[in-house]
């Protein structure tokens, strides 16, 4: 069964820092990898999904990169603000299979101003 | 921008009760989820649904839970006698059909069973 990691578990920040969230997964024949953002006691919002042909995707002050092959992807976020305070959530889905995803345990991010 | 709604926001119920989790995808959407979140661990999928059936379901989904679409627009899940272990929020999601299946996820019903 694919398990999926993320790294840190909490992380805080001072406002304007670049910074970098990391998610592994222990089978790298995945199908699409999806990054969420989730606040407290709400649902999850989508961020970026990256294909398995894919490389990396960007939405904004956002960057998702995707190296299969080491079973890793790393989500980074450019000069943070405290509005990007949540967990953030990395999912994957299993080889050839779009209708479920395994989640990470998440990042908890604080984005001090 | 459309979304994917829930209704309850919040349930409590008495253990061996019946509660039925209602869902309103993303009109367009074709395949549907329902996965959830005990509190303080990680999501996890429930079940999948396309064309009026399930396509896939995991281990937790078992015989007392189901799923139906009633009608074009909502999606349920229902729990037939429930457990104190099924205190959870429960996350139903959509997904195009287009074959890149980005998920997009309702608010959730946080359920409480006494």
């Known amino acids: 069964k694919q398990e999926v990691t993320q790294i840190p578990a909490a992380l805080s920040v001072p406002e304007g820092e670049n910074l970098v969230l990391n998610c592994s997964f222990t089978?790298?024949?995945?199908?699409?990898l999806q990054w969420f953002r989730q606040d407290p006691g709400k649902g999850l919002t989508s961020l970026l999904l990256i294909q398995s042909s894919q490389r990396e995707q960007t939405s904004g002050r956002l960057n998702a990169s995707l190296d299969k092959s080491s079973g890793r992807s790393t989500l980074y976020i450019a000069a943070s603000q405290p509005g990007d305070s949540a967990t953030y959530l990395c999912a994957v889905n299993p080889p050839g299979n779009f209708n479920k995803f395994y989640f990470g345990s998440g990042t908890k991010l604080n984005v001090k101003p | 921008e459309p979304e994917v709604t829930q209704t309850p926001s919040h349930q409590v119920t008495q253990m061996g009760q019946e509660v039925i989790l209602r869902c309103v995808p993303i009109s367009n959407h074709l395949y549907f989820y329902w996965y959830r979140q005990i509190l303080g661990q990680k999501v996890e999928f429930l079940v999948s649904f396309y064309n009026n059936e399930i396509s896939e379901k995991s281990e937790i989904f078992d015989d007392q839970f189901s799923v139906e679409r009633p009608d074009g627009s909502n999606f349920t899940l229902k729990i037939r006698s429930t457990k104190l272990e099924d205190s959870a929020m429960y996350f139903c999601?959509?997904?195009?059909?287009?074959?890149?299946?980005?998920?997009?996820f309702g608010p959730g019903t946080r359920l409480l069973v006494l």
């Open positions: 999601a959509s997904s195009p059909g287009t074959g890149v299946e980005t998920q997009y």
């Open positions: 089978d790298s024949a995945i199908y699409n």
